[in-house]
């Protein structure tokens, strides 16, 4: 076969080489979120759902303002915040001013002393009055911004999304009541599916062959293409029904293609080594029982019978027949099968 052939046969070619196979432990699983990447979006005081500004399927980032809530509770806490603030101000200004007066003895130093109790009680009453706005879920900008805010704002709560994400769910609508006094809390559910999860099972007799850090190679019917995940937990227990234990790995999804629920096959590599000598799967060819490669020559290929060793994914080791660096076919080897089947002239 001449090179124009060859193009048009679409017969790739590639060289054999070395590679880093693997024996791997096959396994069912399960795709799960990360739990460290769902959070669960609730209010921490009593009120109202003014505004709605995301919506289940929505896209959002860290910080942005998911929801508005009105409360009572939380404008009596900005209201108390800015007397305290004010309080604080005033004091403090006062006990300069005594300061300066005592330094030039015009006032006795018991003035001064009271006046600077009175100034660092005022500063703590100032600063727990800010610690309630935080434990009530007001940012550090926002509180700043209050001594010029609008009166009609003191009574709303902005809720920010804790995590970056999409919104899997939400547990209100616009106008509910929540908070205490068991009305709902969760206003929403983010999932960040950027990183997720691969629940599998292993059987005891399998367990000692799994450890943490070990590559696994995830499979799912109607994805070419296999992702590469890493285990990060092995249980130290096993289920009491199955004698299974649970294994966890962590696999990219940048995409989101791997989609949570879904049932998928998992090839732990347990046993890694170099192989010297490797071809893709597809150059190999069965003929007249024996496996073969087409390597390449300047007149076209020539059947080489080889041994195979260890398959791993796409490609298989080759214990001997055939060299490293050798060129041969790498795909649509079956056409030049069918080629050397034919008869020849002679015949």
Do not use: C
Request: charged share 25%.
């Amino acid at each position: 076969m001449d090179a124009e052939r060859i193009k048009l046969a679409e017969i790739e070619i590639s060289r054999a080489g070395p590679a880093v196979v693997a024996r791997r432990l096959t396994v069912p699983g399960t795709i799960a979120p990360d739990s460290g990447r769902v959070a669960h979006v609730s209010v921490k005081l009593s009120g109202t759902v003014a505004e709605l500004r995301k919506n289940i399927g929505d896209d959002v980032a860290k910080d942005d303002i998911v929801a508005v809530l009105e409360s009572r509770e939380v404008a009596d806490a900005k209201s108390e915040y800015l007397a305290a603030r004010l309080s604080n101000e005033l004091q403090q200004d006062l006990t300069a001013r005594d300061k300066s007066l005592w330094e030039g003895r015009a006032v006795p130093e018991q003035q001064y002393i009271k006046s600077r109790n009175a100034a660092a009680q005022s500063e703590m009453r100032f600063a727990i009055a800010r610690q309630k706005l935080m434990a009530l879920g007001v940012n550090d900008s926002e509180i700043m911004a209050l001594p010029q805010a609008p009166d009609g704002t003191m009574r709303s709560q902005n809720i920010r999304a804790p995590i970056s994400g999409r919104i899997a769910e939400r547990k209100v609508e616009a106008g509910a009541a929540v908070g205490r006094d068991s009305l709902e809390t969760e206003l929403f559910v983010i999932v960040d599916l950027s990183q997720v999860w691969v629940d599998l099972a292993v059987s005891s007799t399998d367990l000692p062959m799994v450890r943490e850090g070990q590559p696994v190679a995830i499979t799912l019917r109607g994805i070419a293409e296999a992702g590469a995940a890493t285990i990060v937990f092995v249980s130290p227990l096993l289920d009491r029904e199955t004698r299974a234990a649970r294994v966890v790995a962590s696999l990219p999804n940048p995409d989101g293609r791997w989609r949570p629920g879904s049932f998928v096959t998992a090839a732990i590599a347990v046993d890694r080594r170099d192989a010297p000598v490797t071809v893709p799967v597809s150059a190999v060819q069965t003929v007249d029982g024996r496996k073969a490669v087409f390597v390449r020559t300047p007149q076209g290929f020539e059947k080489r019978e080889v041994v195979l060793g260890t398959r791993d994914g796409a490609i298989v080791e080759i214990v001997s027949g055939l060299a490293a660096g050798e060129t041969i076919a790498a795909t649509n080897t079956f056409s030049l099968k069918a080629e050397l089947a034919k008869p020849s002239d002679e015949d």
